[in-house]
């Protein structure tokens, strides 16, 4: 197996694992020595920050513990086996489990890797949408 397809089978383990709402076994996977950001401004924060650590655990717990994605699809990924970059593109019905609010929606994921492992995720989402649905902000 190649590094490509070893960056493609990882990510689609992660999701796996992370779709079914297990926690521990999203960070097994994934590893200590990563980072998360949501891109979007900072009044998304702690999501649009860069977190690492003790803060990444905390923030990958939070988004599963309030976001269901078990309804969510990858239609597809493109893996950079130079740039050592994995674009994963979903799409389906997300569910924001403490309000109950259901809605079709797609994303990207970009996740850096480094030995095999991955070190940083950028997740590119409709940042409005989380915000209204989490009541950062409300917008008549």
């Known amino acids: 197996m190649t590094a490509k397809d070893d960056m493609k089978k990882l990510v689609e383990e992660i999701y796996a694992v992370r779709d079914r709402g297990y ?40 988004l599963i513990t309030a976001w269901d994605l078990s309804k969510i699809s990858t239609t597809g990924i493109h893996v950079d086996e130079d740039a050592q970059i994995v674009f994963a593109h979903r799409e389906g019905e997300v569910k924001h489990i403490p309000s109950g609010v259901s809605f079709h929606t797609e994303f990207v994921d970009k996740i850096h ?28």
């Open 23 to 62: 926690i521990e076994g999203t960070l097994a996977l994934i590893g200590d020595d990563c980072t998360f950001r949501m891109a979007g401004n900072t009044r998304l924060a702690p999501f649009s920050t860069e977190l690492g650590g003790h803060a990444f655990r905390q923030v990958i717990a939070q």
């Open 113 to 140: 890797f480094r030995d095999g492992k991955p070190v940083k995720i950028v997740e590119f989402v409709d940042t409005l949408q989380v915000a209204e649905t989490t009541r950062i902000i409300q917008v008549a």
